[in-house]
């Protein structure tokens, strides 16, 4: 798989840069791979990237870098990942570029699971929706970039000295375990010798097991996270995109499915999905690769039919819409507001399901230019703290045929909900 995608074959204990020594793997993605690894000139640890070597990989690689430091030289913005050095490897492959980041720990996604996919506590999304948004309002205003892949697995959690320490040392248990099992391969031992192995490996297991358990202890804590943006490999500046096609499905704006033109409020569309994901551990669309037609009927359910001034508009918009505004292969089923839907999938309270309902709405307004922007989102009541007044209100459509379904029961739930 490394020779294929041009990945450099690392091995543990690999030298770079006649100061970086790798200790572990710490993760990867399609362009790259990501190693713990000690900086022994700084006495640090650090997070080495490396590139693909292929042609088009060491491009994005540069496009990646320059953004980076325009970043780093705007501000220390604290929620972005801090680059500390830029350097070429020569590997079997050909050429890497080889970042070097400060280390981060988990990314939210793991996160999430973690959590048994029952979502975080509120005030820990709220506190993580809102250091995101203070990122986004810097890279948007002061660096005119937009991120372009904003999802769970891009954005990190911080470390603190104590959790680097774990990580090191369970690195560390690792690599002596994998080193005295290939020397039980080679060697014959005596009984004795066996029964003392066992011994120590039963320590091992059980310390790697405290530590594993700590982390745990760590991340489900009540404890606020700092969390910290990361992946800049597909980021572009506003006025200079570097693909038409952006984001990962889940998290597309729909003016990005319909081929119209895209700025920074297609990073704004991500986060409320985020958002959603974070509160309830569910995503907000889910559908099949490159399934637009369901996509855009799930975005319809939730914020009603699309106006005809945006489905007539976009490379693609015919491929998907008739001239009427209804969609081409699929049919919107029912239509469920968000507060009808975090109140009852998600059984929320009322007052709750209206207000994170009223955080999210002005975040997937369809018309990207009307989308509220990160400094707009950062004074809304639901992280603010400020006195709570509903914004926006709003009637969903009812469709001929759930005036039957709709039983008064059901309608009683929704008392005091904003529609
Ligand atoms: P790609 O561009 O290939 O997607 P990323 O920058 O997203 O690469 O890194 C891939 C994975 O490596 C991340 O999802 C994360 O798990 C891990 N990772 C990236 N940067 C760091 C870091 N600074 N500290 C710790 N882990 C990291
Ligand atoms: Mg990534």
């Not at 399609?30 to 080495?48: G, P, Q, Y």
């Not at 369901?294 to 001034?309: A, N, R, S, V, Y």
Request: glycine share 4%.
């Amino acid at each position: 798989n490394y020779q294929i995608g041009r990945f450099h074959p690392v091995f543990i204990g690999e030298v770079f840069h006649g100061r970086y020594v790798v200790i572990q793997k710490l993760g990867y993605g399609n362009f790259s791979t990501v190693w713990l690894a000690k900086d022994f000139k700084m006495n640090i640890f650090v997070a080495l990237k490396i590139q693909r070597s292929a042609p088009q990989s060491q491009e994005a690689a540069l496009d990646e870098i320059e953004i980076l430091q325009a970043i780093q030289r705007k501000s220390r913005n604290i929620n972005i990942v801090k680059l500390l050095n830029v350097f070429v490897h020569k590997g079997l492959f050909g050429n890497h570029y080889v970042l070097i980041f400060e280390i981060l720990g988990q990314n939210l996604l793991e996160l999430i699971r973690n959590c048994d996919n029952d979502g975080l506590n509120l005030d820990q999304c709220k506190s993580i929706i809102k250091q995101i948004l203070i990122a986004l309002d810097f890279l948007h205003r002061e660096c005119g970039i937009v991120h372009t892949d904003l999802k769970p697995e891009n954005i990190l959690l911080c470390l603190t000295t104590e959790q680097i320490k774990d990580i090191v040392e369970k690195g560390q248990i690792k690599q002596r375990q994998y080193f005295s099992e290939q020397l039980n391969k080679y060697y014959k031992q005596s009984k004795s010798d066996k029964k003392k192995e066992k011994r120590k490996r039963q320590k091992e297991k059980k310390k790697l097991q405290s530590i594993k358990y700590k982390l745990q202890q760590i991340d489900s804590n009540k404890r606020i996270f700092q969390v910290k943006i990361a992946d800049f490999g597909n980021a572009c500046w506003v006025n200079h995109h570097m693909s038409e096609v952006i984001q990962t499905q889940k998290y597309r704006a729909p003016e990005v499915i319909l081929g119209q033109y895209y700025g920074t409020s297609a990073d704004i569309w991500s986060l409320a999905c985020i958002a959603f994901e974070l509160v309830t551990g569910d995503s907000l669309f889910e559908t099949e690769f490159e399934d637009y037609d369901t996509h855009l009927m799930q975005i319809q359910e939730i914020l009603g039919p699309f106006p005809i001034e945006f489905s007539s508009v976009g490379t693609y918009c015919r491929q998907y819409f008739k001239y009427d505004g209804q969609l081409r292969n699929v049919k919107v089923k029912h239509y469920c507001s968000l507060q009808q839907l975090l109140v009852k999938k998600y059984q929320m309270e009322n007052y709750e399901a209206a207000q994170f309902a009223d955080f999210l709405q002005p975040m997937l307004n369809v018309f990207s230019y009307k989308r509220s922007t990160a400094s707009q989102m950062l004074k809304h009541p639901w992280i603010s703290k400020q006195q709570f007044k509903f914004h926006y209100f709003f009637e969903m459509p009812i469709l001929d045929n759930e005036h039957e379904d709709n039983s008064e029961s059901e309608n009683e739930n929704l008392d005091g909900a904003s529609f």
